[in-house]
Each structure stands twice: as structure tokens, then as C-alpha cells.
């Protein structure tokens, strides 16, 4: 099977883990023995604290909210047993106390390894929030189902 195949993949478990908010799921993804963590508005993490910082705080999203992550990729490049993807991720948190849904959309770079079994996990995670550009005036669309709703 082709390693972008299997890399799109991985990010569709991503994406069915916050959905399902399945902790252990979402974690399968990275890799076991850890890995760096450079997620905006904290600080920077390795190896298994990596892990688990990211694990407590995927944890306390998911019991707070329902998450419904849409990954957008730009690229996705291999490198032999390495790769990397890049893009967008949009997330809709709505809270499962009631209440409007917030969303996010931040940029984002991971670096993949292929582990022994032939499966990529994520090595490197890096994110932050994303800015809408403007141009002449106009601004980027995000969220385009918000802007144009869907007609019944």
C-alpha cells in the first residue's frame, strides 16, 4: 500500500477518534515512545511527558466538548521511513453541557515515522491558530457551511 495512502489514513483515525472521543484511539496515532509536542499555548514537551500532557489535555477536550475535527492537507511528502504533512486542522467543540459550538482552526506540521510494523505514527506535532487573510479588502472563508447554510 502507498505510504501517503497510509498516511491519509492516520489522519482519518485522527479525525474518527475525536468523533468518537476515544482517547486511547486518538493517542494510537502517535508514536509509542513519544514524541515532541510544540502545540501553541503551551510548552514545548518530549518524549513520554509529550505523551502525557498530550493524552491529559486531549482528555479534558473531549469530556468537555463533542469535537468534530476536519483535517485539510496541503502537502504530504515522504521520505523513505520519514514523512511529513502540513495544513489545517478546523475543529467544532460543542459543549456537552449545551451551548453554541466555538471553532478553531489552527495551522499545523507533523512529522511522521514509520514504526516497525509498517505503520506511521507521529513524531513531531506543531500548531498554532491560524489567521484568516485579507486581500484588497476581502477576507478568506472559513467554515464555508456557517457563511452559506445548507437549505433542508
Known sequence: MDDIYRINEAKAELREACEASDVDR??????????????EG??????AE?????RHEASKLLAE???MLTPIIIK???????AYDYGWHEFTLTPRTGGEPTRKRQRYFELWHKD?????????????????????????????GDE???AN
Do not use: C, Q
Not at 503551551?42 to 518524549?47: A, F, I, L, V
Not at 509529550?50 to 498530550?54: D, E, G, K, N
Not at 504530504?76 to 520519514?82: A, H, K, W
Open 116 to 144: 516497525p510494523d509498517g505503520n506511521w505514527r507521529i513524531s513531531l506535532h506543531i500548531n498554532n491558530a491560524d489567521v484568516r487573510e485579507e486581500l484588497n479588502g476581502f477576507a478568506s472563508h472559513w467554515f464555508l
Open 26 to 39: 486518538l493517542m494510537a496515532v502517535f508514536s509509542s515512545a513519544g514524541f515532541t509536542d510544540m502545540s
Open 42 to 47: 503551551g510548552p514545548s514537551k518530549y518524549g
Open 76 to 82: 504530504i511528502v515522504v521520505l523513505g521511513e520519514v
Open 50 to 54: 509529550a505523551r502525557s500532557r498530550f
Open 148 to 150: 452559506h447554510p445548507v
Open 65 to 67: 466538548y463533542s469535537v
